[in-house]
């Protein structure tokens, strides 16, 4: 198997390489209305991430769980896009809950006052 190391579809000139696992993420379904979010939320890959989310939201009706406990990596974009995902459910009328928010958009929410906007299930409910 002759797989690069890096990511090469950000090889314009200028452009650093990105090296695979900072890119990867993942939507599984775990059940009905239940999701499971795993690799990186970040500013590499938000867009997508959040085009993957969105088409949970659409494709759902009532409350949608994302469980997060699989996100190995997360910035201020992750948490940007966790916003935007509460606007799209409130927008088509979803109930979004988030469990195992990672540590550094917790930190990240806390910091920015935005926490309260990211409505959290404990992973017992």
């Known amino acids: 198997m002759n797989a690069a190391p890096f990511r090469s579809g950000r090889d314009a000139p200028g452009r650093a390489q990105v090296a695979d696992d900072e890119v990867r993420f993942a939507v599984r379904r775990m059940g009905e209305g239940c999701y499971h979010i795993a690799g990186t939320l970040?500013?590499?890959?938000?867009?997508?991430?959040?085009?993957?989310?969105?088409?949970?939201?659409?494709?759902?009706?009532?409350?949608?769980?994302?469980?997060?406990?699989?996100?190995t990596r997360a910035d201020s974009a992750g948490l940007a896009l966790l916003i935007e995902a509460m606007r799209l459910a409130c927008q088509r009328d979803v109930r979004l809950r988030l469990r195992n928010l990672p540590a550094q958009v917790e930190a990240l929410a806390v910091v920015s006052g935005v926490d309260a906007m990211l409505p959290r299930e404990e992973k017992g409910r």
């Open 42 to 71: 970040s500013f590499l890959n938000a867009r997508a991430a959040l085009k993957a989310i969105g088409d949970v939201i659409e494709g759902e009706r009532g409350d949608v769980l994302l469980d997060l406990g699989e996100v």
